[in-house]
């Protein structure tokens, strides 16, 4: 019995000291850097350490003094001793794709420089910005993001100046390829409008497409060429220039009339020439003559004009007929010849017998002619 109780405490004793042994097993520091999952771990337990996520790098391994470990981001190892894990990054090479002009670099590494150059502009254009995955930057250099890089270089038109003498233009600018209409200022007077100059080029028309320059136009005037359109005479010219002189001559007088004066565009001018200003519409403008009438043997009026109608009254009995101009007319009316005219009253001086067949002298006398003058 006291066999067995020596032996129950024998074992006690070595429990005892076990249990001592194991609660005193040494702890060590794992230090980790560029990660978590660093601190103080008891002897043989494990440790896992995680790699921090560091922009525009990607992990590559853990070291320990130098030396790899392991190539996973989350790596689980037995501490026994002091140990500093290093988590080892390297810098990703994003691409830069450039639009419309050019970088110094094909790739770059997150935070690193890029410098651009504008590419040669369209006709009529100039460089205005870049853009960066769709957002405006300033300048021409960007911090390389995280990322690939996509560079627009935008463009804008030129505006171009238009400067118009003689006349106006619809704007004081234009684009490249742009219609500009011009429109003639108030001629000068004597003068028409000619054509349009363009930086010393002539134009046809109103219009033109604005070139990839500023513009000096020009309006050009020349002297005024006026038509000459004459009724009842004839001109020594059918144009003329503003300020010359144009002469006229009458046409011949219509029977019974004679040239008065002329009218240019429906005005009574003196004289036979005048001073052009304007497209001139030309009438000769003719009157009556009045004709003298002397009368023997009656009476009628003193004058008359051709084609007029006179009528005469005989002062002498017994009355027989008129003789005007010596021819004899039936009746007391005549028509005016275009000349100065004579008319005779005449009158029976012998008694005449009246047969009654017609041939008798009374009936001689009283013959009517047709055209007595």
């Keep these: 019995m006291k066999t067995k109780k020596v032996l129950v405490f024998l074992l006690a004793i070595v429990l005892a000291f076990s249990f001592i042994g194991c609660n005193n097993k040494p702890k060590f520091t794992v230090t980790v850097t ?64 450039v639009t419309g002009g050019t970088a110094d670099k094909a790739a770059a590494n997150y935070g690193q420089t890029v410098t651009l150059t504008p590419g040669a502009a369209d006709t009529g254009k100039e460089f205005d910005y870049f853009t960066l995955n769709g957002t405006k930057i300033t300048g021409d250099t960007f911090a390389m993001p995280a990322g690939n890089a996509t560079v627009v270089a935008v463009y804008k038109f030129i505006a171009y100046t238009i400067s118009v003498t003689g006349g106006s233009a619809d704007k004081a600018t234009g684009n490249y390829g742009e219609t500009v209409t011009l429109t003639p200022g108030a001629p000068e007077t004597g003068k028409e409008f000619d ?48 300020g010359e002189t144009v002469t006229l001559t009458p046409g011949a007088a219509p029977a019974g009339k004679e040239f008065d004066y002329w009218t240019v565009n429906a005005g009574k001018i003196t004289g036979s020439t005048f001073v052009i200003a304007a497209h001139s519409t030309v009438a000769a403008v003719y009157k009556d003559i009045p004709y003298n009438i002397t009368v023997t ?61 017609g041939n008798s002298e009374k009936d001689k006398i009283l013959v009517r002619f047709s055209d007595p003058y």
């Design 195 to 242: 054509y349009w100059t363009v930086n010393d080029a002539k134009i046809t028309g109103n219009t033109f497409a604005m070139p990839a320059a500023n513009v000096t136009v020009v309006g050009t005037f020349k002297t005024a060429i006026y038509n000459i359109t004459v009724t009842g005479g004839t001109a020594d010219k059918a144009t003329a220039s503003y």
């Design 34 to 97: 560029n990660g978590t999952g660093g601190g103080e771990y008891t002897q043989d337990t494990d440790c896992t350490v995680i790699a921090d996520a560091v922009t525009g790098k990607a992990f590559v391994k853990w070291t320990v003094d130098d030396v790899s470990v392991s190539t996973d981001a989350s790596y689980t190892f037995k501490v026994t001793e002091d140990v500093t894990v290093v988590a080892v990054f390297e810098f990703v090479d994003y691409t830069i794709s």
């Design 297 to 357: 043997g009656g009476t009628a009026k003193s004058t008359g004009v051709y084609g007029e109608t006179i009528t005469l009254t005989p002062t002498v009995s017994p009355f027989t007929f008129w003789n005007v101009n010596g021819i004899q007319i039936a009746g007391n009316t005549f028509v005016m010849p275009a000349k100065d005219t004579v008319v005779t009253a005449n009158k029976l001086t012998t008694p005449y017998s009246d047969s009654g067949d």
